[in-house]
């Protein structure tokens, strides 16, 4: 890992540590989370873009595999994730819910991203997986930003949520599996292929999760416009004439 990448990392954690305090002075009424989430938004956007800016040829975006030395600009989209995740990682340990498992992701994120930065190895690899774990992520945020602007259990909230299944479905369950079997047959050092190998783990557990709440969701919202149709009102507030029953002689 070269002075130039630490330096980007030490300015990107500054960096994103500036926009967060901007972003909480401008929405100084929302909560913390709700500020963090439109930082962690905002890098969702910018890691997808520079990941699309290294690729080299669309026809094979993974390749080279277990190139070394990885071009300049996949070091630096790399330094820009691992800076954000180190200040996020500073914000759930400051933020007003500790969640143990979201700080074990940070940390392992952190590891494997600076992994093959310090290998000088799979930076195709690497760059595609940052793109196939941060192209859901928007709508992902959306959905609880929406929550606390007051859209919880609308149509709208219901959009995002779909959305964000339909996309996390497809880049990790059909991408995911692709870029780790690229990764596991390549010349890659075992830290790597160990790291790719979780995630798709991890992608497969939260896909099974995704699955069960979208099923929830599209009952629940089924059940309620049932319940809020004229015809099921008028059913309701009709009174229910029960027969009557005479004592026989």
């Known amino acids: 890992m070269g002075d130039d990448v630490v330096d980007l990392i030490v300015l990107g ?12 002075k401008i929405f100084s009424k929302r909560s913390f989370e709700f500020c963090n989430r439109i930082v962690s938004t905002i890098h969702a956007i910018l890691a997808v873009i520079l990941a699309s800016l290294t690729v ?7 390749c080279p595999s277990a190139s070394n030395s990885p071009p300049k600009q996949q070091r630096q989209t790399l330094a820009v994730t691992i800076a954000y995740l180190i200040y996020d990682l500073i914000c759930c340990l400051f933020g007003e819910r500790v969640s143990l498992d979201n700080t074990v992701h940070h940390l392992v994120s952190i590891v494997g991203l600076g992994a093959g930065l310090v290998y000088q190895k ?20 959306a959905r609880e930003l929406l929550k606390e602007l007051g859209y919880r259990d609308t149509d709208l909230n219901l959009a995002a949520d779909i959305t964000f299944a339909v996309i996390f479905s497809t880049a990790r369950m059909v991408g995911g ?16 292929k160990a790291m790719a190998l979780g995630l798709q783990f991890v992608s497969a557990f939260w896909f099974y999760k ?17 319940i809020s149709s004229p015809l099921h009102r008028e059913n309701w507030t009709k009174p229910v004439l029960l027969p009557s029953f005479t004592k026989m002689d």
């Open 13 to 24: 954690v500054i960096s994103w540590t500036t926009v967060f305090v901007l972003i909480r």
């Open 56 to 62: 080299e040829d669309w026809s094979c975006p993974v």
């Open 122 to 141: 799979c930076g195709s690899e690497q760059v595609a997986a940052l793109f196939i774990t941060e192209i859901s992520s928007p709508f992902l945020h």
């Open 177 to 192: 599996p692709y870029l780790t079997f690229v990764t596991l047959t390549a010349n890659n050092p075992i830290l790597i």
């Open 210 to 226: 995704i699955v069960k709440m979208v099923k929830y969701k599209l009952t629940n919202n089924r059940r309620k416009k049932v």
